[in-house]
């Protein structure tokens, strides 16, 4: 038996791997605080998990699902989209369900790359972007990500014979991991450089709802021409607490919409409506849940900044995610950080290089944990930084 040569280039997933790790020394009885994964650990709120509960009792809901959706769910996908960004998008030809949209970021790659075509990813960035182009036997241009360029990934620089063979460019803002927000004027400059270059432009906006001190984050398709070029990726996971759920859309350019539909429509049979119809509530039902949960965030983002302070780790509060991004101490590397703090803390902290080359040197901490737990994790750190 012989596996693909593209699954031998492929990394195993970074969070597969801490899950290992981390059940291995819970297995031994260890208590092990996890400040890693992003995935909210307060409950879904209850008009959406009623939304399901009535849902699932409709024998309709228990046949296969419509391949792109349905339309009740494309349609409310569309009316947030308007009343979020002021964004019109035909719900029937610019809007696709996804399973969840690291299902939809890993397709996508199917839908437009040849063997040995160039993705151009940002150099810290989300695993499945480079991931999903290898799986594909493609191959992965870094755009060069760090503090210098306030962590924009820069497109500037691209050699002629990658631009050559590139037909996909991704960006995510505000940005997992490093927190970073982009300004308008970001986007418009990567909608005219794929234009020049005839890319598709990939904006996975995962964050947009989840945002502190009063910025509010833009959508790319906002911005004019962006459908011309581009398709942007919403998930429910983050602003309503549904990671489990797997439910997001696709939306935006109709040729890419399109594209993606057919690789998956011979791949998955859709999500299950009544899950759909729970989405419907998320997207169309009363918003305060989402603010309270920012709230949440950011004490919880002011107490790790102040802790982190006090043991010596620097950092800039970020104004949307749900992620610090930290330089680690003189000395370290980003896994000898992380794995320091595991051996000797049992804290579970993301090494940044897992994002990509320029994530070398720093460490991300999700604020998905309680705050007696973070406060309990920065007083083992530091205990195990004297
Ligand atoms: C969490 C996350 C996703 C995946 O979200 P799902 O809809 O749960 O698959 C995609 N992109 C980024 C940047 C994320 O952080």
Not at 201 to 226: I, K, M, Q, T, W
Request: with cysteine; aromatic share 10%.
């Amino acid at each position: 038996m012989q596996i693909a040569e593209s699954l031998k280039q492929t990394k195993p997933y970074l969070f597969a791997e801490i899950d290992k790790k981390k059940n291995a020394l819970k297995a031994q009885g260890v208590d092990v605080i996890s400040l890693a994964i992003g995935d909210p650990d307060m409950p879904t709120p209850e008009h959406i998990v009623d939304a399901m509960a009535k849902a699932i009792k409709d024998p309709k809901n228990h046949q296969y699902p419509d391949y792109e959706g349905s339309f009740a769910y494309r349609e409310a996908a569309a009316t947030y989209m308007k009343r979020r960004f002021n964004v019109d998008v035909n719900p029937d030809t610019e809007v696709l369900a996804l399973i969840g949209s690291k299902e939809g970021i890993a397709h996508i790659h199917t839908a437009f790359l040849n063997p040995g075509d160039y993705v151009l990813a940002p150099s810290i960035g989300y695993p499945v972007y480079s991931g999903g182009a290898i799986m594909q036997n493609g191959q992965v241009y870094y755009m060069p990500m760090n503090a210098e360029n306030d962590f924009l990934a820069d497109f500037d620089n691209v050699p002629e014979d990658v631009l050559a063979k590139a037909k996909i460019m991704f960006i995510g803002y505000p940005n997992n991991p490093t927190g970073a927000i982009a300004p308008v004027e970001y986007f418009d400059k990567a909608i005219a450089f794929c234009k020049e270059h005839d890319l598709l432009l990939v904006h996975d906006n995962a964050y947009c709802d989840l945002s502190f001190d009063g910025y509010v984050a833009p959508a790319l398709l906002e911005r004019p021409g962006a459908k011309d070029v581009a398709i942007e990726f919403f998930s429910l996971s983050k602003p309503y607490n549904m990671t489990g759920w797997r439910i997001a859309f696709a939306t935006g350019n109709e040729m890419a919409i399109k594209a993606l539909g057919t690789i998956k429509n011979n791949t998955d049979s859709g999500q299950f409506t009544a899950i759909q119809d729970a989405a419907i509530a998320a997207l169309t039902g009363p918003q305060d849940c989402v603010a309270k949960m920012n709230e949440i965030y950011t004490q919880r983002r002011d107490l790790i900044i102040d802790a982190l302070a006090s043991i010596g780790l620097d950092v800039k509060a970020p104004k949307a995610t749900i992620y610090i991004w930290a330089k680690v101490p003189e000395g370290y590397t980003s896994a000898s950080f992380a794995e320091a703090m595991l051996e000797k803390a049992h804290v579970i902290v993301t090494p940044g290089s897992g994002y990509g080359p320029d994530g070398e040197g720093y460490i991300r901490i999700s604020l998905t944990t309680p705050d007696d737990r973070i406060l309990e994790a920065v007083r083992r750190m530091k205990e195990a930084m004297a």
